[in-house]
């Protein structure tokens, strides 16, 4: 059993910067695909970005101001993000996946309004 717990959410204003923490505990094997998910209300949960040793991915619309990096020692997954859009906003997930093996965070509010 993995459990991922996920700090760093909060309200920034257009332009402003976070970085969302995940803390994964619990039997960790590797290799594992790690990665953010978001959710805005009444839209479908999208892949924000992921790692895996040798991979990285991007969706487009944050690519050039997200960046997705880990901390192996402290098993730790981390999102920094700069330039914040009001399309930013939601509920972001911290996701581990191995193998059939999937779990959740349980989300932190990102929230950018003036």
């Known amino acids: 059993q993995v459990h991922l717990v996920e700090s760093g959410g909060g309200l920034v204003q257009p332009g402003g910067s976070l970085r969302l923490s995940c803390a994964a505990s619990g039997s960790i094997v590797s290799p594992n695909t790690m990665g953010w998910y978001r959710q805005a209300p009444g839209k479908q949960r999208e892949l924000v970005a992921s790692?895996?040793?040798?991979?990285?991915y991007y969706a487009d619309s944050v690519k050039g101001r997200f960046t997705i990096f880990r901390d192996n020692a402290k098993n730790t997954v981390y999102l920094q993000m700069d330039s914040l859009k009001s399309e930013d906003t939601g509920v972001y997930y911290c996701?581990?996946?191995?193998?059939?093996?999937?779990?959740w965070g349980q989300g932190t509010q990102v929230t950018v309004s003036s």
């Open positions: 996701n581990l996946r191995r193998y059939a093996y999937d779990y």
């Open positions: 790692t895996t040793p040798g991979s990285t």
